[in-house]
């Protein structure tokens, strides 16, 4: 069943890490897929989920987390506004649709930007129609990001750093 389009000026909440249930939704991809050694591993910590680990960019180079959407969560949607606290490396938020290239499908990636600050709390909205496209890490040509076909949304670090990161997240709407 698809959800009807988000009205304008509003937001619907696609991730809440207060619920309890979110965090089983989230799958850690490291670079191991591809011959690297980064880790990264999430754990639920106070209402967010914590994402950490560290990066080796001998072999790979990146670990990202991301978990499915229900079909029409995003349509209507013009940005995103994520909710998160992190050291400071730079994340981006990937986000997934039935867009492909060579069969496989098309990451589209934006950088999570300091916003507002709400306490120890930063929001970053990312302007959908602004999004990098992206295969295996290497630009690609593709269509704009189609929101009614957005199957996922994910964070992703692959910033050529050595080392430890740390992030938390507790929020992510989508909003028209």
């Not at 910590?45 to 072999?59: K, Q, R, W, Y």
């Not at 050595?162 to 709407?173: H, S, T, V, Y």
Request: net charge negative.
């Amino acid at each position: 069943m698809s959800l009807a389009a988000i009205e304008p000026g509003t937001c619907r909440t696609l991730v809440d890490l207060t619920d309890p249930s979110e965090f089983a939704r989230w799958d850690v991809i490291n670079d191991g897929v591809m011959g690297g050694l980064s880790k990264g591993h999430i754990e639920q910590v106070d209402g967010a989920l914590s994402f950490s680990g560290t990066i080796n960019t001998n072999g790979g180079g990146f670990t990202s987390l991301r978990r499915m959407v229900p079909e029409g969560a995003m349509a209507g949607a013009r940005r995103l506004r994520i909710t998160y606290a992190a050291d400071e490396r730079t994340y981006e938020v990937t986000l997934r649709s039935d867009a492909r290239e060579r069969g496989r499908r098309i990451a589209y990636r934006a950088p999570l930007t300091p916003g507002e600050s709400t306490g120890e709390w930063s929001v970053a909205v990312i302007d959908l129609a602004r999004l990098e496209t992206s295969l295996f890490g290497q630009q690609v040509d593709a269509p704009a990001f189609a929101t009614q076909e957005a199957h996922s949304v994910g964070l992703i670090i692959a910033d050529g750093i050595d080392g430890d990161f740390a992030m938390r997240l507790q929020r992510i709407e989508a909003c028209a």
